[in-house]
Each structure stands twice: as structure tokens, then as C-alpha cells.
């Protein structure tokens, strides 16, 4: 064995020194740590606001880390949605996060989402992992959205009525005094209906002096549509009087908005005994057709129809507000869109069973999707789809 000279063995202990000094120095000369930065989503706020991106690193390191970051526009545009920012972020040794906020507009108006990247570059003492994050800027649960009002307009009284009942929605919120809810699916409603409804402002809103309902295409409770149905039942209902229902319609395929009544008694007297009035109903797939109808329980058990349609000469229901008509008195029923007769009922139609129409009815209005008298969306379904409703106005005879 040859004697090992002692300037090699000084290079060797040397060596040695260096190799410890990697392996317990961590950091300094070992892999590089990754920044990430993470994608945001939050509503819009009312008055500018920020959002936050995260910046993190996969782990500390003993030196400073620094990336340079700016923002790029998607369907949100910098100056108008959001202030554009741009600069180097230093993440200190020993610590693995930081953040850059940028300043988004603030707003109340119910639109599409709209999105906006922050991008990473320049990495100094580390790698890019993740180097470009999404800012979802939601606004579609937002409360403000106003509509055309033109169209057919009536009165706000009538010779020898007054006004028993009326909800312009004027307000912010749907009143509780009027107004409850249908919450579920309830096995499709009797006419395999496809919408999960729900009390959520996302589906049913006050806004600019309109009720709207809202039907959306999401996930919710196991169904792919989310919708509303509001009702009178156990808080206003009426017997006989003219009806004005001022409102304008969403006529895609497969949707199906109704303004209509139900007998008070249908907890006693289950439907169609107790009777139901349906002041309109459209299916989307006829957008210029609505359809008043009477339904009662014949004799036999089964349900009994008296109905009719009216067509617009020009246009569709989702283009303009219309009025939706019911003349109501001792047995007969008369229905009507813009002042125009097309449907004259009346007890004797009834030809078998009981009439249910000369007892209280309360009022329900909704946006169903799919279901029986629609048939499902289609492709050419662009949701969300909307009906608004200006006033209801229930007068009776002094």
C-alpha cells in the first residue's frame, strides 16, 4: 500500500469538507425551489376592490427568490374591469409565500364571468412551476339588471274596480308578505320538469322594478338547471276580479315560464280537483304562442281541459312586455293578451265534475325547464334564461 503524501491527503480532507457542507447547507446549493401562483375567483365587488394572487414556493430556500409578475387581459379588460399591474415580487430566505393584489372594478350589474391571468417570469434562485393563474371575476350573482321596458301597458285602475292587490317590485327584495317559495324538484312537478328550485337571489331577484327569474344551466341538488318558483299560496289568494300580469318571457327550447293559479283548498281537495288557471303558458319552442288554460277533475278522476292560444302577428314574447289578462267572475273566465279576447270559459264547460273556479285561488309564477310541454333544451339553448315581470295587479268590483 503506497503512503499517501500529504498534500493529496490535505485535498482530500478538503473535499470532504465541501461535500458535508452541500448536504447539511440544504438550499444554497441543492435543488432550486418552484414558485406557483394560484388562480383566484371571487365576486365583483361593489366598489374597487383587490384580488389576491398567492405566490408560493415549493420550499424555502436560504437565499431571497424573486419572479417577475404582470397581468394580461382575457374577457376582463384592463382600465375597464380591472387596473393592469406589473413588477418583481421577492419572497425572503426562509419564508415560501407572498402575494400580489390587483385592483378590480367595482360593479353591480349582472353579466357573464369574466376572467384575467397573472403571469410569472424571471425567476431568480428558483424555477417556474405554475406561471400563469386565472382571476375569475363573477358576476352573475350579482343583484342589478335592468331591461327594456318597452310594450303593452295598462292601466292602473278600471271604472267600477279597485285595487285589492298589487306588487309592483319596486323594491330590492322580493317581499315576504306576497311571496314564498317551491323548493326541489318534487318529482319533476307531475310533468317530468328537469330544474332544481330554489329561494337563492341567483334564480329569483328584484331589480330596476322588475321581478326576475332566472334559469340556469349548474349542478345543483343532482339536477344540471336551477330555476324559481315563487307562489302566493297561504299569504295573498282571491275569488273573481281582472288579473293584469305585466311581463316579458324567455322562449328558447325546452323552456317553459307560466304565470298562473291554484286552488286554495289543494290540500284538502288535491289537484286537479281544487282547479287551476294557467293566465299563460309558452313553451320555447313556440315563441311567438302563449296558452290560457282551465284544468279541473272531471267525473271519472281524470283531468279535465279547456284551453286556447294566442299568436303575436310580428315578433316573439322575449322581444317586448306584454299583458297577461284574467277577467274573473261568478262562473266564467275570461283570458286575454294586450286587451285581446282568446279565451272565453265558463261553467258550462265544465261538463262533467265539479267547477272549482268560483273559490280562491292563489297566484304561482315560475320558470320551468324541460318537462312534458316543452321537451328538453336543445343546442341552441344559450342559458341563463330570464323572465321578467313588472307588475300584478288584482282589481275588484266596488
Known amino acids: 500500500?503506497?503512503?499517501?503524501?500529504?498534500?493529496?491527503?490535505?485535498?482530500?480532507?478538503?473535499?470532504?469538507?465541501?461535500?458535508?457542507?452541500?448536504?447539511?447547507?440544504?438550499?444554497?446549493?441543492?435543488?432550486?425551489?418552484?414558485?406557483?401562483?394560484?388562480?383566484?375567483?371571487?365576486?365583483?365587488?361593489?366598489?374597487?376592490?383587490?384580488?389576491?394572487?398567492?405566490?408560493?414556493?415549493?420550499?424555502?430556500?436560504?437565499?431571497?427568490?424573486?419572479?417577475?409578475?404582470?397581468?394580461?387581459?382575457?374577457?376582463?379588460?384592463?382600465?375597464?374591469?380591472?387596473?393592469?399591474?406589473?413588477?418583481?415580487?421577492?419572497?425572503?430566505?426562509?419564508?415560501?409565500?407572498?402575494?400580489?393584489?390587483?385592483?378590480?372594478?367595482?360593479?353591480?350589474?349582472?353579466?357573464?364571468?369574466?376572467?384575467?391571468?397573472?403571469?410569472?417570469?424571471?425567476?431568480?434562485?428558483?424555477?417556474?412551476?405554475?406561471?400563469?393563474?386565472?382571476?375569475?371575476?363573477?358576476?352573475?350573482?350579482?343583484?342589478?339588471?335592468?331591461?327594456?321596458?318597452?310594450?303593452?301597458?295598462?292601466?292602473?285602475?278600471?271604472?267600477?274596480?279597485?285595487?285589492?292587490?298589487?306588487?309592483?317590485?319596486?323594491?330590492?327584495?322580493?317581499?315576504?308578505?306576497?311571496?314564498?317559495?317551491?323548493?326541489?324538484?318534487?318529482?319533476?312537478?307531475?310533468?317530468?320538469?328537469?330544474?332544481?328550485?330554489?329561494?337563492?337571489?341567483?334564480?329569483?331577484?328584484?331589480?330596476?322594478?322588475?321581478?326576475?327569474?332566472?334559469?340556469?344551466?349548474?349542478?345543483?341538488?343532482g339536477f344540471n338547471y336551477s330555476s324559481a318558483r315563487i307562489k302566493t299560496e297561504g299569504i295573498q289568494q282571491f275569488t273573481y276580479g281582472r288579473i293584469d300580469i305585466r311581463a316579458k318571457l324567455p322562449v328558447a327550447h325546452g323552456m317553459w315560464p307560466a304565470l298562473w293559479m291554484l286552488g286554495s283548498n289543494i290540500n284538502s281537495v288535491p289537484w286537479p280537483g281544487c282547479g287551476e288557471t294557467d293566465i299563460m303558458e309558452l313553451v320555447g319552442s313556440n315563441p311567438n304562442r302563449v296558452t290560457g288554460s282551465l284544468h279541473w277533475q272531471q267525473g271519472d278522476g281524470s283531468e279535465g281541459t279547456f284551453n286556447n292560444n294566442y299568436y303575436l302577428s310580428t315578433g316573439d314574447f322575449s322581444q317586448q312586455f306584454h299583458v297577461f289578462s284574467l277577467l274573473w267572475q261568478y262562473d266564467s273566465v275570461q283570458f286575454y293578451v294586450d286587451d285581446n279576447l282568446y279565451v272565453n270559459g265558463n261553467s258550462s264547460d265544465v261538463t262533467s265534475g265539479n267547477y272549482p273556479f268560483n273559490l280562491p285561488f292563489f297566484f304561482i309564477f315560475n320558470v320551468a325547464v324541460g318537462g312534458d310541454f316543452p321537451g328538453p333544451p336543445d343546442n341552441t339553448t344559450i342559458f341563463p334564461q330570464r323572465m321578467f315581470v313588472d307588475y300584478v295587479r288584482v282589481f275588484q268590483p266596488l
Request: charged share 10%; proline share 6%; glycine share 8%.
Open 1 to 221: 500500500m503506497k503512503a499517501i503524501k500529504p498534500f493529496c491527503y490535505l485535498l482530500l480532507l478538503a473535499a470532504a469538507a465541501c461535500s458535508k457542507g452541500a448536504k447539511s447547507g440544504g438550499g444554497s446549493t441543492g435543488p432550486l425551489p418552484s414558485a406557483a401562483v394560484s388562480n383566484v375567483t371571487a365576486n365583483r365587488p361593489t366598489q374597487t376592490g383587490p384580488f389576491r394572487f398567492y405566490i408560493d414556493l415549493s420550499a424555502a430556500s436560504q437565499q431571497a427568490v424573486s419572479v417577475n409578475y404582470a397581468t394580461m387581459d382575457g374577457t376582463a379588460k384592463a382600465g375597464t374591469d380591472y387596473t393592469a399591474v406589473s413588477g418583481t415580487v421577492t419572497i425572503p430566505a426562509g419564508q415560501t409565500e407572498t402575494y400580489v393584489d390587483v385592483p378590480v372594478m367595482g360593479d353591480s350589474l349582472r353579466q357573464p364571468d369574466q376572467d384575467f391571468y397573472m403571469q410569472l417570469s424571471v425567476p431568480v434562485n428558483c424555477t417556474l412551476g405554475t406561471a400563469q393563474a386565472t382571476a375569475t371575476i363573477v358576476n352573475s350573482d350579482l343583484l342589478y339588471l335592468p331591461t327594456d321596458t318597452a310594450g303593452y301597458t295598462t292601466p292602473a285602475s278600471y271604472p267600477g274596480y279597485q285595487l285589492a292587490w298589487s306588487d309592483e317590485f319596486n323594491g330590492n327584495t322580493l317581499s315576504p308578505q306576497n311571496w314564498t317559495f317551491d323548493i326541489g324538484n318534487n318529482n319533476g312537478w307531475g310533468n317530468q320538469e328537469l330544474e332544481y328550485y330554489t329561494s337563492s337571489t341567483n334564480n329569483a331577484f328584484v331589480s330596476a322594478g322588475n321581478l326576475i327569474i332566472e334559469a340556469r344551466q349548474e349542478s345543483n341538488n
